[in-house]
């Protein structure tokens, strides 16, 4: 028995923006700005790989709300999990020797999926968001060194432009000098090395010969910090945030094997890239590496309730076992049952989907494919994907990775604007345009991202000619 679909409900827009606007912080948002316009954009429903705004405009959703609904939305038996866990049992804890049985089941998958790449990745911590799972794994990591009797290995390396979060040791993983210049972030303990951009950092220079050399920045900090100090390396399979930043093929092999001769532990942030995202349950596994300990979130409930968890390798829980005492780290919602409850049935739907493969073998080379059709662009200096996650980089003139002068940093802002007018949600960084549609998207759904897109750069060669 299938509920009925919602019934549509009419909202007042004028009354939305008003309160919006006297009562509401939206995150990461521009407040000045936002009351500039009016108000947030309201978005009222969704379906499918749409989303609707209060004012009745559909958009096709190619940012799968904030690269989270991997599914795509109006899933009832999400709906329908969630209300039946609801009333046997909304929430329950997991602190002081408890468990209920979704978490439990959900670690099991979890195991399960990690086990393709590594099978040492046996065991799953759970909290609600990204951020918290990178927090635990900065705690956790620390703790694990201080048990191991190498209390003196404290230090994280990251990258530069990595998003890791916006808590305090989120963010400060993270390698956004904006974000850390508010708050006084980093704190202390975090070093940030060269990102593998080849677009933006190492244009005209051979692919191999830049995947050594930003690897070997990892190296080069280890022996500067020393690398007893070291405790981890922490990085994105692909840089979402960042601008869609995806490495050479041999750039994690290479990080893989500097962590190995140094006995530095290996963490991938599988936030965006883990379940299916790159045509793999994990994104690492695209790239054939073996983490120690994976971050995840989004699509691990394609965003339907907040859930992450950090995978933990073996060896670390064996140092816990044999050593004993609390772990005094977790959250009121560590393993709640209903977000977990909703996460497992998620999965079963990419399972019976096939989403992963079709992702990995369909739907990922369209994608690609079609974004070749923009190569030939003027403003197009490169337009790259995998599976289904991708960034047009802007120029100004082509065959260059030159920007718009006095402009640079706000042609994807303007180019998405654009796309939005012209029916598509897609985001722009700095001088690109990004894309993260849900995993159910059509062949010819994807034509429409690219057509989109091309008829919005078309739009705004003009404009930003002129600027
Ligand atoms: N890590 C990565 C790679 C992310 O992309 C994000 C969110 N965009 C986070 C961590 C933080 O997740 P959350 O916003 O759920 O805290």
């Known amino acids: 028995n299938a509920p009925a679909k919602p019934p549509v409900r009419n909202y007042d827009m004028n009354e939305l923006k008003k309160l919006d606007m006297a009562h509401h912080l939206p995150a990461q948002s521009d407040y000045k700005l936002q009351h500039e316009l009016g108000g947030s954009r309201i978005i009222t429903r969704a379906d499918g790989v749409f989303i609707t705004d209060a004012e009745g405009k559909s958009l096709l959703d190619g940012m799968a709300g904030l690269w989270c609904v991997n599914v795509g939305y109006g899933r009832e038996e999400l709906a329908r999990v969630a209300y039946e866990q609801m009333l046997e049992l909304p929430y329950y804890n997991t602190f002081f020797k408890t468990a209920t049985p979704p978490p439990v089941k959900l670690a099991a998958k979890i195991a399960e999926k990690m086990a393709l790449s590594n099978p040492d990745l046996t065991h799953v911590f759970f909290n609600s968001s990204g951020s918290e799972a990178n927090d635990t794994i900065f705690r956790l990591v620390r703790y694990y060194w201080e048990l191991k009797g190498e209390p003196e290995r404290t230090v994280f390396i990251s ?54 050399r930003v690897a070997n920045s990892i190296e080069e900090r280890i022996l500067a910090v020393g690398p007893e100090k070291v405790a981890a390396f922490i990085g994105e399979p692909v840089q979402g945030a960042g601008g869609v930043i995806i490495p050479p093929a041999s750039y994690w092999p290479k990080v893989e094997a500097i962590c190995r001769k140094y006995g530095i532990l290996l963490i991938c942030d599988e936030v965006i890239c883990g379940f299916g995202r790159l045509g793999h349950w994990f994104g690492h596994q695209h790239y054939g590496i073996k983490p120690d300990l994976i971050a995840m979130a989004k699509g691990m409930s394609s965003g339907y309730l907040p859930i992450s968890a950090v995978g933990v390798s073996k060896k670390i829980v064996d140092v816990l076992l044999e050593k004993g005492g609390d772990f005094v780290h977790g959250y009121t919602y560590s393993g709640h049952p209903t977000c977990a409850a909703v996460s497992l049935a998620n999965i079963g739907i990419m399972e019976n989907e096939g989403l992963i493969e079709r992702t990995r073998d369909v739907t990922g080379p369209y994608l690609a494919k079609a974004l070749k059709r923009l190569d030939s662009h003027p403003l197009v200096g490169e337009a790259r994907s995998l599976g289904l996650i991708g960034a047009v980089e802007i120029v100004s003139e082509k065959g260059t990775n030159k920007r718009f002068k006095g402009a640079e940093g706000t042609a994807g802002p303007i180019v998405r604007d654009l796309c939005i007018k012209n029916g598509l949600m897609v985001r722009g960084i700095r001088d690109s345009i990004v894309m993260c549609p849900p995993l159910i998207i059509t062949e010819a759904e994807i034509d429409q991202i690219v057509d989109t897109i091309e008829k919005s750069l078309n739009e705004a060669e003009p404009v930003l000619r002129a600027l």
């Open 159 to 212: 990258r530069k432009n990595a998003y890791h979060g916006s808590t305090v040791a989120g963010a400060s993983l993270g390698g956004m000098t904006f974000m850390h210049a508010q708050g006084g972030l980093p704190i202390p303990g975090i070093e940030h090395v060269e990102q593998p951009y080849h677009f933006g950092e190492g244009f005209g220079e051979d692919e191999e010969a830049f995947a050594t």
